[in-house]
C-alpha cells in the first residue's frame, strides 16, 4: 500500500499511482518471500565532519535482521518467490566467498528450506569474509571452489556443472545469477525508497539531496534511482564503483533496459539516468583491496558515532562521500549514505565452530 502523502503524490497522476501500488506491493505477496524485518533503522549522524544542513543520514540496511544485514535480501526477496513459485528445492549460487550477497543468499536459502550450493573460487582471509563465511556454512551452505580466474557467470561451465549434477540428483534447481542480478532484484532495490520516505515522513526528517551507495553491477545504485524518481523525491544517486568496469558497466543504459519496473511505471529513462551519478572508489585497485582512504572513512564514521564499515564496499563508498563532503562545504543537506554490507555476526564460539566445516581450499591467504 502507498501512503496518501500530499507533498509528495499530489503529483503523481491517478494511472501512475495505481501502477505503483500493484509494483511497491507488500511483501506477503506470492510476488515476494520476507526476509528481514522492515524498515531498517534510519541514523542521523553529527559531528565535526558533517557540516551540512541536515546532517548526515544513514540507512541501516546492515541490520536488516537478527541473523544477517544486507542490501542484497531487499532483491533476494523477490527473486527467490520466483524460484519457490517454480517449485525448486535446490538454488545455486555463484560470487565471491565470504561476500553479502553469498552470505545472505544461505541464510535466505535457510529460512525458506532450500539447499544452497555456493559456486566460488579461494579468497583472502580478511574478518570479513571469514565472519559472513562462518554465516554461511552456519546456515547449510555447500562450496563448490573453483580454481581462482574461472568465470563464476550463470551460464558458464562451472555453474552449468554443477547444475547439471543437481539435477542428475533429481533436485529441482534454480540459479541465482552472480550479485543477485536478475532482473526482478531491481524491483526489491526501488522499493527501498518507498520504505525511507515513509520513515522520513514519520520522523519529519528532511528528504536527503544525495544518496552515496556502494556499486558493483549497478543494480543497487539503479534501483534507488528508479524509486526516487517513481517517488518524485529530488535525490540523486552517488553510486560509488568499488570494482573494476565490468564489460557492459560502462554506465547505467544496460541494465535499464532489464528493468521491468521502469516500463511499468511509465518513467522516462533519460530522467532515471540522469539522477545516477557514477564515480570510481577503486582508487585503480583490484576488487577487495583495502584504501588507507576507506580505512580512514571507517575511522571517521566510527567517531562520529555511525557503524562499522567493511573495506570491500561501504568504506569505499564513505571515502568518496567524506571527499565530497570536504570538497563542497556549502552543499545543500542532508545526504544520506546507504549502508548495504552484513554488519551482523555469529558468536566467537559458533563462528570457530562454523569454521571448521569450511573447505581449506576457500581460503588463498591471509590480510
Ligand atoms: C555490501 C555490498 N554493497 C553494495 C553492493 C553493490 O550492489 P550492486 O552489485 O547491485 O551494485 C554489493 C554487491 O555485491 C555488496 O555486496
Not at 500500500?1 to 500530499?6: A, D, L, S, Y
Not at 518467490?81 to 555463484?94: F, K, M, Q, R, W
Request: aromatic residues 4%.
Amino acid at each position: 500500500m502507498i501512503e496518501k502523502e500530499p507533498n509528495l503524490l499530489s503529483r503523481l497522476d491517478q494511472g501512475k499511482l495505481e501502477l505503483m501500488s500493484q509494483i511497491f506491493k507488500p511483501n506477503h505477496s506470492p510476488n515476494s518471500v520476507c526476509l528481514f524485518d522492515r524498515p531498517t533503522p534510519l541514523d542521523l549522524l553529527i559531528g565535526d565532519h558533517v557540516q551540512i544542513p541536515g546532517g548526515l543520514l544513514v540507512k541501516r540496511d546492515d541490520l536488516a535482521s537478527p541473523i544477517v544485514g544486507g542490501s542484497k535480501q531487499r532483491a533476494l526477496e523477490l527473486i527467490l518467490a520466483e524460484a519457490l513459485n517454480a517449485g525448486i528445492d535446490t538454488v545455486v549460487g555463484s560470487g565471491f566467498a565470504g561476500s553479502t550477497s553469498l552470505t545472505v543468499l544461505a541464510v535466505a536459502c535457510a529460512r525458506l528450506s532450500l539447499r544452497c550450493i555456493a559456486v566460488t573460487s579461494p579468497v583472502r582471509q580478511t574478518p570479513t569474509v571469514v565472519s559472513n563465511l562462518a554465516i554461511a556454512v552456519a546456515h547449510g551452505c555447500q562450496f563448490k571452489v573453483v580454481p581462482n580466474g574461472t568465470p563464476l557467470r550463470s551460464t558458464g561451465s562451472a555453474v552449468q556443472s554443477v547444475v547439471k549434477e543437481q539435477v542428475g540428483q533429481g533436485r529441482r534447481v534454480f540459479v541465482v545469477p552472480f550479485g543477485a542480478t536478475h532482473p526482478r532484484g531491481i524491483e526489491g532495490y526501488a522499493q527501498a525508497i518507498d520504505e525511507l520516505a515513509g520513515q522520513l515522513k514519520s520522523r519529519r526528517l528532511l528528504v536527503p539531496t544525495r544518496i552515496y551507495v556502494a556499486c558493483a553491477t549497478g543494480r543497487l545504485a539503479l534501483g534507488l534511482a528508479i524509486g526516487v524518481v517513481a517517488r518524485q523525491l529530488p535525490t540523486k544517486i552517488v553510486a560509488v564503483r568499488v570494482a573494476p568496469l565490468a564489460p557492459g558497466f560502462e554506465d547505467f543504459t544496460e541494465i535499464l533496459e532489464e528493468s521491468s519496473t521502469v516500463e511499468a511505471l511509465l518513467i522516462n529513462q533519460d530522467e532515471i539516468l540522469s539522477r545516477v551519478r557514477l564515480v570510481d572508489g577503486t582508487g585503480g585497485q583490484p576488487y577487495g583491496a583495502i584504501l588507507p582512504t576507506g580505512q580512514r572513512a571507517a575511522k571517521v564514521c566510527q567517531q562520529m558515532g555511525g557503524p562499522s564499515l567493511d573495506q570491500t564496499y561501504t568504506a569505499k563508498a564513505f571515502a568518496i562521500m567524506l571527499a565530497e563532503l570536504e570538497a563542497t562545504p556549502n552543499a545543500h543537506g542532508p545526504w544520506l549514505f546507504w549502508h548495504s554490507a552484513n554488519g551482523r555476526h555469529l558468536s566467537p564460539l559458533r563462528r570457530d565452530e562454523a569454521l571448521k566445516q569450511v573447505p581449506g581450499s576457500l581460503f588463498c591467504g591471509v590480510q
